[in-house]
């Protein structure tokens, strides 16, 4: 199977977000090799005399839980790193499943014809945040599908670039998306709009147009909104606004939109997930476990898709809203 992993390396503009360096970019990956997160490493003090008290000193408690806590992070940091293999995250219980709402790229997986597929969005889809190449999503979500249909000719292709948003994405539409004729365009955007403070109305109608640009293209399509992280959600009417936007676009368009601001929301608040195994310290991306994650649910969405298609399960062309499995 060939996985063509691409990026473009435009320059930064400046913008609200920071504009950090996105990593190093191999010309095509294959068969990544796993780049190993540093674990935590404690250096234990020697052992106090124990107490022959039925109860164990606090020092002896104390130090169990910090090598439960220490033992956690590697754990994480372990299957973040680990790109072959899934994460331990969960899509919110409450969510509703996916009625195979990627109908173009699923039948085409079906049927084993070659598969292009845009990751077109900003620095979180640049991968600002991950410690290396292979931790991007777009990455990810390559060798989750290398995985799943390991005889099948699928092109992922990374048109992220750091500060964008609708006004400049829009301008570059044709030319680092639609002149591919990609089969799925995941389209994130609206974070650095929140940051700054664009015109929400404005952005709107540019996200509208960009839509209807990729949908006369015959492609499928997912919108991304913005992310769960204190840098955004220090703006949380800005915040919300553009959420209820995008999902209104999706709604009117009748495509795809994947919830991240929502689904990472549920990480924190009802999964008691650490923001900072989602975030990263400068409060704004995401890390590689945050990453993976987020590729995950991407990747069991398009392959329920295309087992609907296999069993022969009616798959509308149009649906106006998904929620991860």
Same mark, same amino acid.
């Given at each position: 199977?060939?996985?063509?992993?691409?990026?473009? +390396?435009?320059?930064?503009?400046?913008?609200?977000?920071?504009?950090?360096?996105?990593?190093?970019?191999?010309?095509?990956?294959?068969?990544?090799?796993?780049?190993?997160?540093?674990?935590? $490493?404690?250096?234990?003090?020697?052992?106090?005399?124990?107490?022959?008290?039925?109860?164990?000193?606090?020092?002896?408690?104390?130090?169990?839980?910090?090598?439960?806590?220490?033992?956690?992070?590697?754990?994480?940091?372990?299957?973040? *790193?680990?790109?072959?293999?899934?994460?331990?995250?969960?899509?919110?219980?409450?969510?509703? !499943?996916?009625?195979?709402?990627?109908?173009?790229?699923?039948?085409?997986?079906?049927?084993?014809?070659?598969?292009?597929?845009? $990751?077109?969005?900003?620095?979180?889809?640049? *991968?600002?945040?991950?410690?290396?190449?292979?931790?991007?999503?777009?990455?990810?979500?390559?060798?989750?599908?290398?995985?799943?249909?390991?005889?099948?000719?699928?092109?992922?292709?990374?048109?992220? !670039?750091?500060?964008? %948003?609708?006004?400049?994405?829009?301008?570059?539409?044709?030319?680092?998306?639609?002149?591919?004729?990609?089969?799925?365009?995941?389209?994130?955007? &609206?974070?650095?709009?929140?940051?700054?403070?664009? %015109?929400?109305?404005?952005?709107?109608?540019?996200?509208?147009?960009?839509?209807?640009?990729?949908?006369?293209? *015959?492609?499928?399509?997912?919108?991304?909104?913005?992310?769960?992280?204190?840098?955004?959600?220090?703006?949380?009417?800005?915040?919300?606004?553009?959420?209820?936007? +995008?999902?209104?676009?999706?709604?009117?368009?009748?495509?795809?939109?994947?919830? !991240?601001?929502?689904?990472? !929301?549920?990480?924190?608040?009802?999964?008691?997930?650490?923001?900072?195994?989602?975030?990263?310290?400068? &409060?704004?991306?995401?890390?590689?476990?945050?990453?993976?994650?987020? $590729?995950?649910?991407?990747?069991? %969405?398009?392959?329920?898709?295309?087992?609907?298609?296999?069993? *022969?399960?009616?798959?509308?062309?149009?649906?106006?809203?998904?929620?991860?499995?």
């Amino acid at each position: 199977m060939t996985v063509l992993m691409l990026l473009s +390396l435009a320059g930064v503009p400046a913008c609200a977000e920071p504009a950090s360096p996105a990593p190093a970019v191999t010309a095509a990956v294959s068969s990544p090799t796993p780049v190993s997160v540093g674990a935590v $490493a404690t250096a234990s003090p020697p052992a106090a005399p124990v107490s022959q008290s039925s109860s164990p000193p606090d020092s002896l408690n104390s130090k169990s839980l910090t090598e439960k806590a220490v033992e956690k992070v590697k754990q994480v940091a372990k299957s973040a *790193g680990d790109i072959f293999n899934r994460v331990p995250c969960l899509a919110p219980k409450d969510s509703a !499943r996916s009625k195979g709402s990627l109908p173009h790229v699923a039948g085409k997986l079906a049927a084993g014809q070659p598969v292009v597929i845009i $990751a077109f969005g900003s620095s979180s889809t640049v *991968g600002v945040g991950s410690t290396a190449p292979e931790y991007t999503y777009p990455n990810r979500l390559a060798a989750q599908l290398q995985r799943q249909y390991p005889g099948a000719d699928i092109t992922v292709v990374n048109r992220g !670039r750091n500060g964008e %948003d609708a006004p400049e994405m829009l301008k570059r539409l044709q030319s680092a998306v639609l002149d591919l004729h990609p089969d799925l365009v995941i389209w994130q955007v &609206g974070t650095n709009a929140v940051l700054r403070k664009l %015109d929400p109305d404005e952005t709107g109608h540019l996200v509208d147009e960009g839509v209807a640009q990729i949908q006369a293209a *015959g492609a499928d399509l997912v919108l991304v909104d913005p992310q769960y992280s204190p840098r955004v959600t220090e703006r949380a009417d800005d915040a919300n606004k553009m959420v209820k936007l +995008l999902g209104k676009i999706a709604q009117i368009r009748h495509v795809n939109v994947f919830p !991240r601001f929502s689904v990472m !929301r549920d990480w924190h608040e009802k999964q008691a997930v650490p923001m900072d195994t989602f975030v990263v310290a400068d &409060g704004l991306h995401m890390t590689d476990w945050g990453y993976a994650c987020f $590729a995950q649910l991407l990747g069991d %969405d398009i392959i329920k898709s295309v087992g609907q298609i296999k069993l *022969g399960v009616s798959i509308p062309s149009r649906v106006e809203f998904y929620l991860p499995m």
